[in-house]
């Protein structure tokens, strides 16, 4: 199975990452990245941080705000905290696509690859949760963000074999 594995986004397949120059909107707010947008989602209670990661320039000092108040969340559930983000990362994606519907061919003609998020370099922290790492020539890792891709990819098929079998019934 081919594998696409993403880091940077300056090569190949970097569009895939949230740091990515990717601009949205959501409620009405104009976002840089979907890093930032991830990032204000979670902390939705706290109007003045989503303000702060905002206005950031960079989608890594956007991270860093909200990494600096992360004390502010209630981050006591593991699960319900991973869910939850999972959910915010959905509609991240989403709105990524919709904003820029070139990536939505791009992600279409990544076929039935493997799409993972390589942390090699950064494995601590949640890398290994929305990533993977390549050890020993095996991925570790839930690599979460590359699963959320390939299963929108293949949303995208499914809508794509509906639409020919439409066609095909209304020639008939």
């Given at each position: ?9 300056n090569?190949?397949?970097?569009w895939?990452?949230?740091m ?104 601590g ?27 929108i ?11 020919s079998?439409?066609e ?5």
């Amino acid at each position: 199975m081919e594998i696409i594995a993403f880091t940077k986004v300056n090569l190949p397949y970097g569009w895939l990452g949230n740091m990515s120059p990717h601009p949205l909107i959501h409620e009405g707010k104009d976002y840089k990245t979907t890093e930032a947008l991830f990032q204000c989602l979670r902390f939705k209670d706290h109007p003045e941080i989503q303000d702060q990661i905002r206005n950031k320039p960079s989608p890594m000092s956007a991270k860093m705000v909200a990494r600096g108040n992360r004390h502010l969340l209630n981050r006591e559930d593991k699960a319900a905290a991973d869910k939850e983000d999972i959910e915010y990362m959905k509609v991240c994606l989403n709105l990524k696509l919709q904003y820029h519907p070139d990536l939505k061919q791009l992600l279409i003609e990544t076929k039935d690859a493997r799409i993972v998020e390589d942390c090699s370099s950064r494995p601590g922290g949640s890398g290994k949760f929305w990533g993977a790492a390549l050890v020993n020539g095996k991925w570790q890792g839930s690599n979460v963000l590359g699963k959320l891709w390939m299963n929108i990819r293949n949303e995208f098929q499914v809508e794509g074999e509906n639409n020919s079998v439409l066609e095909i019934e209304t020639k008939s």
